[in-house]
């Protein structure tokens, strides 16, 4: 049994994924799209290819992502491919550095990178006394 791909309700996944609201889309498609024609159109299970197109140029995300996107599927794959649906755990437990030590490094080279811009600030400002009293 194949299941439908719903179009609308992918263009307003990957907006919302985006974080744009239907009113920006609608501003971003034109003048006779308002925040009521972006609801509607994302109730829709086929959308015309043209808006599409256009909606793909908006949101800059290709046209096959609206037409074969199919959550159940994602869902599907993510929940076989990695360990009780978590996405991003890992079963590895040992880490290979002490965060601690990683995050006193890279305090030590914010000091430095400071200490720096300073000797580079103090001898500038001798260049531009330099330049002041000629």
Partial sequence: MEQ???QGRNVKRFREMLGIKQEALAFDLGNDWNQKKISMLEQ???IE???LDQISQALKIPVEAFQNFDEEQA???ISNHFDN???GYQKYDS???NPIDKIVQLYD???ALYERLLKEKDEMM???EKLINR
Avoid: Y
């Fill in 4 to 6: 439908k791909i719903h």
């Fill in 44 to 46: 829709k299970e086929v």
């Fill in 49 to 51: 290819n043209d808006i």
């Fill in 75 to 77: 869902v599907n794959f």
């Fill in 85 to 87: 649906g978590a996405v």
């Fill in 95 to 97: 880490c290979s550095f």
């Fill in 109 to 111: 080279e914010k000091i």
């Fill in 126 to 128: 001798v260049r531009i």
